[in-house]
């Protein structure tokens, strides 16, 4: 009997062929996303005043720039990188994860600007000034914002990025996917549709071969896109 990843991602096979109504231009006057923007703007300052983790360069990467507030979309990266978000303010950017991010996005055909990007742990670990894997602890103190997150963008889809993401999403509501065995698959997760896919981190080709990831992000974009018109890469003119 298939399980509840296949059946969602059948409902979603049979959506896509019908006609959807693209709501994008009436967002800005939707009180739903009057009170998103508000909700959010709460939320950020919350983050401002968070030093919980000690061992944390306190960057607090959380802002407008995350992207649209709300969104269908939601992708959860690991943590802020030190040659990327914590420089910018802005998660997967300029750095060698921020570009591949930009690349897979760009197969997908989803259109940057209309979704939200963030991270499990909204500040940048370091040890010895190097990158660091977040420790569970830290994990943890912020799933409370990242909980609050989901809340305020409502996405239809949230997509983790790689496995402490994917883990950290646990702590929101608790799940027993990994992402060696669900990568790719559309599963049911709280209220919401759930896709793991690996980190875009250059050492993800290691454990899975760069086509793969490709076509995984190929499927996402076309089932998204077919429910969201909206967010659809514009085409050049």
Known sequence: MPGPGSEVASALDDISILPVEDNSLKASN????????RGFEVLVRDVLRCTTCSEMNHVHVLSDRNGAVPS???FIGEAVGRLGGAKTGVPMSIDATGK???LLLAEAGI???AVFISNAVLCNPL???NNRRPRRSEIVACST???RQIEVISPAFVVPLG???LAALSEVSNHKFTLREHVGHFLDWNGRTLVPLYHPGPRAVLHRPHPMQVADWQRLGKAVVALHPHIATKPNC
């Open 30 to 37: 939707n009180p739903g996303t009057q009170s998103a923007v």
């Open 111 to 113: 259109e940057r600007q």
């Open 100 to 102: 591949r991010f930009n």
């Open 145 to 147: 914002f990242l909980a």
């Open 127 to 129: 040890k010895d000034g």
């Open 163 to 165: 496995e402490v993401a």
């Open 72 to 74: 269908p979309i939601m």
